[in-house]
């Protein structure tokens, strides 16, 4: 009898056998499988958000530098976005528009469009004001 529980005790080994070792392996690469392009797709999503908010800041910022005077004569080559915006947004370009109203006002609409990653153009961020329309002084 004392034979049997001896050889019971040596035969019952704990540890993983290759067939447990090797359906870890397939569930730990299916998991990196499915993950990988998902945190692709977060990080290429953030970048864009991250972009969007950039060019929405810099929209603003034109559209304060307009403010100033807005009846003064400034173009789309007059006006440039600043170095570290030009560096985060490629191909950036900016469109400015101005249309006199027959109520007195005047509209002036600044689009900023750029680049994505894939080298498409990304919807462009549009921000449109109205002035009090002023006569250019002589």
Do not use: C, Y
Request: hydrophobic fraction near 40%.
């Amino acid at each position: 009898m004392s034979h049997r529980k001896e050889q019971k005790r040596l035969t019952s080994r704990s540890g993983f056998t290759l067939v447990e070792l090797a359906a870890a392996a397939g569930l730990l690469g299916t998991v990196l499988l499915v993950t990988i392009p998902i945190v692709k797709h977060v990080r290429t999503s953030r970048d864009a958000a991250g972009q969007q908010f950039l060019a929405q800041q810099e929209t603003a910022n034109i559209m304060e530098r307009l403010a100033i005077d807005p009846s003064a004569n400034k173009t789309d080559e007059t006006i440039n976005i600043s170095p570290e915006v030009a560096n985060l947004l490629p191909d950036a370009e900016v469109t400015i528009t101005r249309q006199l109203g027959e109520d007195g006002l005047q509209q002036i609409t600044v689009l900023l469009s750029w680049a994505n990653e894939a080298g498409e153009r990304s919807l462009p961020v549009t921000l449109t004001a109205w002035f009090p329309a002023q006569e250019p002084t002589p």
